[in-house]
């Protein structure tokens, strides 16, 4: 079973910073097959970017996802207020489980 | 816009069954992978299960295989999740999805989930 494994746990940051979050898997997941999700208190998860690096319908263009192999990273460019979230990694697409990370919380500063 | 709705979620017993139902008000139900995924304050969130568009193809994480069963009725545009000799640890939150076309297991939509509590 791959794991993944998000980084860090927590990242305080200020309106208009960059956010960069890891998700590093145990083993090579050999294809395009990552996503990552955003998360809201109360809320389901929502889809923000799949296939590593495609945006999901109307997620902005501050958003973006990059990597391959083991390590992939999602970015997001001026926090805006309402980026304040916690983040998930999933690999899919491949044999399974289709593990997800633990997550990271992004949190005001 | 797509519409996850589901239900049947509740408390039950140890040992006790639950039948999850999750109804798809979008387009071209029978054109998705289908998924269930839970969560809980503990272990974040959990891939369970993944059904392939045709009903003939299906995963579940090890734990719930033997104890879940995955399905879906196209012309309802349903899926369910029926839950047997449930455990403590399958108390969750557990949410539809709606996949992709072509591959398993991802979550393009999620439904706003329903609370399993499995205590006595």
């Known amino acids: 079973e791959i794991v993944l494994t998000q980084s860090p746990a927590t990242l305080s940051l200020s309106p208009g910073e960059r956010a960069t979050l890891s998700c590093g898997a145990s083993?090579?997941?050999?294809?395009?097959?990552l996503a990552w999700y955003q998360q809201k208190p109360g809320l389901a998860p929502r889809l923000l970017i799949y296939?590593?690096?495609s945006r999901a319908t109307g997620v902005p263009d501050r958003f973006s996802g990059s990597g391959s192999g083991t390590d992939f990273t999602l970015t997001i460019n001026r926090l805006e207020p309402e980026d304040f979230a916690v983040y998930y990694c999933?690999?899919?697409?491949?044999?399974?489980?289709?593990?997800f990370g633990q997550g990271t919380k992004v949190e005001i500063k | 816009e797509v519409e996850l709705v589901e239900s049947g979620g509740g408390l039950v017993q140890p040992g006790g069954s639950l039948r999850l139902s999750c109804v798809d008000s979008?387009?071209?139900?029978?054109?998705?992978?289908m998924n269930w995924v839970r969560q809980t304050p503990g272990r974040g969130l959990e891939w369970v299960a993944t059904?392939?568009?045709?009903?003939?193809?299906?995963y579940y994480v090890d734990s719930a295989k033997g104890r879940f069963t995955i399905s879906r009725d196209n012309a309802k545009s349903s899926l369910y999740l029926q839950m047997n000799n449930l455990r403590a640890e399958d108390t969750a939150v557990y949410y539809c999805?709606?996949?992709?076309?072509?591959?398993?297991?991802?979550?393009?939509?999620w439904g706003q989930g329903t609370l399993v509590t499995v205590s006595s």
């Open positions: 999805t709606r996949g992709g076309i072509i591959v398993p297991g991802g979550a393009v939509d």
């Open positions: 979008g387009f071209n139900f029978n054109s998705h992978w």
């Open positions: 059904i392939k568009q045709d009903g003939n193809e299906k």
């Open positions: 083993q090579n997941i050999n294809s395009k097959y």
């Open positions: 296939d590593i690096s």
């Open positions: 999933q690999r899919y697409g491949t044999s399974p489980p289709y593990t």
